[in-house]
């Protein structure tokens, strides 16, 4: 696991930049942390670091946007999810097989159905307003990438 603390909005674009830019395709990003936590700048920053030009939001009644053309990124809200019939109805196994990489908001309410080789990102507030503690673990995350 990897523990950064940043210190603002745009050094933890500067985190996000840094791990998107490592990501091939099929890759499946959870998110763990409450409201206003960052999830969707981090997911701005993953666009950006894949290369991909998009204006990211918060997937809230979208349930999933679509970012990029050859390279793909969906990004998932899943807060309102608390069932598996909810799940199936948004089509998150079939984006599975799609070789595109799923960021995956309140990833709490489907941990039982993420894939095995998931990357777990944990966002908490840090010191102040504006600084945030990412806790980093799975495939991709290498200690000596993020100093």
């Given at each position: 696991m990897v523990i950064v603390e940043t210190s603002s909005?745009?050094?933890t674009i500067e985190y996000a930049k840094k791990l998107g830019s490592v990501l091939k395709g099929g890759e499946v990003i959870a998110y763990f942390g409450g409201l206003g936590m960052g999830k969707t700048?981090?997911?701005s920053g993953l666009?950006?670091?894949m290369g991909i030009k998009a204006e990211v939001s918060s997937p809230t009644f979208?349930?999933?946007n679509e970012y990029g053309?050859?390279?793909k990124l969906y990004h998932f809200d899943m807060y309102r999810i608390s069932s598996f019939d909810d799940l199936c109805s948004t089509g998150f196994f079939d984006y599975l097989d799609t070789n595109a990489v799923l960021a995956i908001e309140w990833s709490e309410n489907i941990e039982n159905a993420l894939p095995e080789n998931y990357i777990r990102i944990e966002?908490?507030?840090g010191k102040t307003d504006e600084?945030?503690?990412l806790k980093m673990s799975g495939d991709k995350i290498y200690e000596d990438s993020w100093s």
């Open positions: 909005y745009e050094e700048t981090f997911t666009c950006e670091g979208a349930l999933v053309n050859s390279k966002i908490e507030h600084s945030r503690i």
